[in-house]
């Protein structure tokens, strides 16, 4: 069983930063994809951004591609969200998941993922 807690989320004003982290433990953190997605009141789940196993590789959506940056840490077995010229559509709870077994290419599909954290609100004020 894999757990992921998320953390640093907050209110932010339009066009600062913030980062948020998604810290887990049970099984090798090496052995997972990981992925941020978001949620907003009334809107369905949708990706963010995605690291693999290795760190090798990332994959970002194109509304935060040249903003948000997704990076990890072994040593801390902890993925990153660095989100810089936020957009009071930037505005959800932000999820982090797991994936023992996923493509490049279904990186941005929820149903992929097998662990999810409960999630870190963002808010961007306008």
């Known amino acids: 069983q894999v757990q992921l807690v998320e953390s640093g989320g907050g209110l932010v004003q339009h066009g600062g930063s913030l980062s948020v982290s998604c810290a887990v433990s049970?099984?090798?953190?090496?052995?997972?994809?990981m992925g941020w997605f978001r949620q907003a009141p009334g809107k369905e789940r949708e990706f963010v951004a995605a690291?693999?196993?290795?760190?090798?590789?990332?994959s970002y959506a194109d509304p935060v591609k040249g903003r948000f940056t997704i990076s990890r840490d072994y040593a801390k077995n902890t993925v990153y969200l660095r989100m810089n010229s936020l957009k009071p559509e930037d505005t959800a709870v932000y999820l982090c998941?797991?994936?023992?077994?996923?493509?490049?290419?279904?990186?941005?599909?929820?149903?992929?993922?097998?662990?999810w954290g409960r999630g870190t609100q963002v808010t961007v004020s306008s």
């Open positions: 998941a797991a994936s023992g077994n996923i493509g490049y290419f279904d990186y941005s599909s929820a149903r992929r993922y097998n662990y």
């Open positions: 049970g099984r090798s953190f090496s052995g997972y994809a």
């Open positions: 690291i693999s196993q290795s760190g090798g590789r990332t």
